[in-house]
């Protein structure tokens, strides 16, 4: 079992337990506690989520930055429900390195298909293959 003194805690929950709660003392489980409900950074799922959910593009750039998504699984959700934009969007990240390999789409034509995405189809047929 880990030392909960050594758990990094959000500032703001120890601000909480101080001023809200009048706690003068470090009372780490209950710290922990709280923390665990404010911690609300987006990880792989949330990105995977938007990607299948046809996100906006500011969403999709807001999670970027808080995730280290595995573009496979975001590329195949987001052709897997036909969102040309974010399959777009994906692309247009290959250009400053922070997006998918090109390997990453090769499902992609597959799993839109599948579904009947016509539009998003016609995009990675015609495109895919010239992503660098």
Known sequence: MENLDEVPIFTVVR???RECFRITVSVPSVELQIDGLVDDIPGQKSFNVACESGASIRVLEYLLKRAAPDWREAVDAAAREGH????QWMAAKRGDRRGPWKKDFER???EASAEG???AVKWLFDCAPTIT
């Open 84 to 87: 040309l934009h974010v399959l």
């Open 15 to 17: 601000l909480v337990c």
């Open 117 to 119: 995405h016509l539009e």
């Open 108 to 110: 992609a034509l597959q």
